[in-house]
């Protein structure tokens, strides 16, 4: 199903805000005094200048890191927060590498070497200065597993998206189970969560993570906020002709209306969130203060970054904490 191909003229985006209401929603007291030195740091760089840069900025990039991180340590913390989702958004998507797979695949290089040593030289590719920058940020203070899961994160992220590269030029499209598992990668989560540990100032041993009810409780939290990406982020995906998206695996296998296949993700994702609920109540505690601070994390994850996707200009759903189902025109 080619995505011009699409007839409906709107649809109801899915509210899903009851769904997490048993997690806390909160924003960090850091919150402005950390986004005027993070901009001032985003502008360091000189990514964008003038209309372009206003543009980027007002997606508010770091009130998304403000909400997921609410219970960041201290101002700097928040800070480096604040850096990666400049950073992330800017080259993972408005950097003309979504249809370039060599030239991901060069910049996924670069990078991995960058943090593979943080203090070696500065790559000359502005991407992987960033990254190594703020990487170092991180060391200073974040556990030698929080960083090490953060490359993993990293390297698994760029796997994931070179794979989606491939099937968007070669206009393939995966099956569900296909893309939930290519999506686990190319939506980040792994490094929102290696930054959150950081965040948080967490000293959690690697044992903690190897239990195999806790790493399926993760990987349950990380469906949970990537599927809400793509619920949320479909329409302007579309417009622009990107079909890597779970809504559209999902219109295609299951040969359905839009409405449908978007009824049918939202399912899915209140689904996952069963199974994280119940994955923590089996969980271990390891007699451990920062494992339970952990899961608080992962569900400060999940409710901010669900609630700042229903109001951002970035997946263009700009309806604050709506509480109904949203009615959207088809962009075209």
């Known amino acids: 199903m080619p995505l011009q191909d699409l007839r409906t003229g709107l649809f109801r985006l899915p509210a899903l805000q009851h769904a997490v209401s048993s997690f806390e ?19 360091s760089y000189e990514v964008y200048t003038g209309l372009k840069r206003e543009n980027y900025l007002s997606h508010r990039y770091p009130d998304f890191a403000a909400r997921v991180y609410p219970e960041a340590h201290t101002q700097a913390h928040l800070e480096t927060c604040m850096a990666l989702m400049l950073w992330y958004d800017d080259l993972s998507d408005e950097s003309g590498l979504k249809h370039n797979v060599e030239g991901l695949e060069l910049a996924a290089n670069i990078s ?40 993993q994160g990293f390297e698994d992220f760029a796997r994931g998206s070179l794979r989606q590269t491939a099937l968007r030029i070669e206009g393939k499209t995966a099956s569900i189970e296909e893309f939930v598992r290519i999506r686990r990668d190319s939506v980040a989560v792994k490094l929102m969560f290696a930054f959150m540990e950081y965040a948080m100032d967490l000293q959690i041993p690697d044992e903690v993570f190897n239990d195999e009810s806790i790493a399926s409780a993760v990987e349950a939290a990380g469906d949970v906020v990537g599927w809400n990406n793509d619920i949320c982020s479909f329409n302007n995906e579309q417009s622009h002709e990107d079909n890597q998206n779970i809504v559209y695996c999902t219109l295609v296998e ?56 229903y109001h951002s200009k970035r997946a263009h759903c700009p309806f604050l904490q709506c509480a109904r189902p949203l009615i959207l025109f088809i962009r075209i």
């Not at 200065?129 to 960083?147: E, I, N, P, V, Y």
């Not at 689904?271 to 992962?298: C, M, N, Q, T, W």
């Open 25 to 43: 929603l909160k924003i960090s007291p850091y919150y402005h005094e950390a986004e005027r030195q993070a901009h001032a740091w985003f502008d």
């Open 112 to 151: 991995i070497q960058a943090l593979r040593d943080p203090d070696g030289p500065a790559p000359t590719l502005r991407f992987a200065r960033m990254l190594q920058d703020f990487f170092r940020k991180m060391r200073a203070t974040g556990s030698a597993g929080c960083c090490r899961r953060l490359v």
């Open 254 to 309: 299951k040969n359905c209306t839009l409405q449908e296949a978007m009824d049918f993700v939202a399912g899915m994702m209140q689904d996952r969130i069963k199974d994280y609920l119940a994955l923590r109540e089996a969980r271990p505690s390891f007699h451990l203060l920062d494992v339970r601070k952990y899961f608080k994390g992962l569900e400060y994850c999940i409710s901010g970054s669900l609630h700042w996707y």
